[in-house]
């Protein structure tokens, strides 16, 4: 290897070191910041119980304190109410208190003001901490009603005979079983190569609707053989997975023939693009509607990793699928899961 290489090698394994290190130092920040908020909120609530101190207290100590910390914004009135309002929410809640000090407050405030539900507390608060979603992230996922999509979740996929186990858990992990594509702002009947198109035109916000990982590669990205010129609608790369993850775009109903096509682009894929310290590259047909047991019949001898997944172009979520949301033990069983995937 020459000098110049070397030194590259050198400089970005620096940069990676530095870049771990400021998010090690900033957690470590973030967890006692969070820690001193709970501090407050506790003893603020303490002294009112047993010296019988009004809503007018708060007012004053804000006052006081940012007299004392002017160049501290974190002490206003509205702030203090906050931390008051964490405290009362999750004092009985130990499990739930681990979760609040992983992330930043302004995702706390987030989640404390929007949400009531505590379950749906609890998953916003995992996903924050496990994709670093931040405060306009986390809002649109919660207006995107990411939680009830998580609970009506039947992934549809065959990772488990095509992957190797540590592969196929984290596949599982990252694809999903719905996607939300509002922002394209489609109304009506599209054709596929539009559906690309406007893709294409808000790929940032895709990227964060496909999740942490992600890194575009390319549109009808061409694979020669022989003669024969083929194009797979989206290319992406998947740093975490290590492979290559192809999209094929359907706006109608799945239909069998297209487990086939992308088992075939796979194989391209594995054989003509691939690194060879690459994983296997993985499918994901997207499309307007799913069977699940026929998606299950049509990946049964499929030697490739293909997972299915619909698509949401509206906010709103049929009718339907509000009506299956799970009991309360089975909604519990998923946010098990959930914690368990973390570790």
């Known amino acids: 290897m020459d000098k110049n290489k070397e030194y590259i090698k050198f400089l970005n394994d620096l940069k990676s070191k530095i870049k771990q290190s400021q998010y090690q130092a900033y957690r470590i920040v973030n967890k006692e910041l969070i820690k ?8 603020i609530v303490d002294k009112q119980e047993k010296l019988g101190w009004g809503k007018k207290i708060i ?3 804000a006052e006081d304190l940012q007299k004392e910390f002017p160049k501290n914004s974190g002490f206003s009135e509205r702030n203090l109410k906050y931390m008051k309002k964490l405290y009362l929410e999750y004092k009985d809640k130990p499990k739930v208190q681990q979760l609040v000090a992983q992330i930043p407050w302004g995702q706390n405030i987030v989640i404390l003001e929007k949400l009531k539900d505590d379950y749906q507390r609890e998953y916003y608060l995992r996903m924050t901490f496990r994709n670093s979603w931040s405060r306009s992230i986390l809002i649109n996922q919660i207006e995107t009603k990411s939680f009830e999509r998580f609970l009506t979740d039947k992934k549809s996929h065959n990772f488990d005979k095509a992957l190797l186990v540590k592969i196929s858990k984290e596949a599982k992990r990252t694809l999903k079983d719905s996607y939300m594509l509002d922002f394209l702002e489609i109304s009506g009947d599209i054709k596929e190569r539009e559906l690309e198109k406007k893709i294409l035109e808000n790929i940032k916000s895709f990227l964060l609707e496909l999740g ?8 009808q990205y061409k694979i020669v053989v022989g003669e024969n010129d083929y194009f797979i609608d989206l290319l992406f790369y998947h740093r975490h997975l290590r492979c290559l993850i192809a999209i094929d775009l359907k706006i109608g109903k799945f239909i069998p023939e297209y487990a086939g096509k992308m088992n075939f682009y796979l194989n391209l894929l594995d054989d003509k693009v691939k690194l060879q310290d690459e994983n296997p590259s993985i499918g994901l047909i997207l499309c307007k509607e799913k069977d699940n047991i026929v998606v299950e ?3 049964r001898n499929i030697k490739k990793p293909v997972g299915v997944a619909k698509y949401y172009l509206t906010r709103k979520l049929p009718a ?9 033990s089975a909604i519990e069983k998923k946010l098990k ?3 368990e995937k973390k570790k």
């Not at 001193?36 to 003893?43: E, H, M, Q």
């Not at 942490?212 to 549109?219: S, Y």
């Not at 339907?320 to 309360?328: D, I, R």
């Open 59 to 61: 007012q004053q100590l």
């Open 297 to 299: 019949y049509a990946l």
């Open 36 to 43: 001193l908020y709970w501090d407050i909120g506790k003893s």
């Open 212 to 219: 942490i990982g992600f890194t575009f590669i390319g549109n």
């Open 320 to 328: 339907k699928l509000l009506k299956q949301l799970p009991s309360a």
């Open 337 to 339: 899961e959930l914690e």
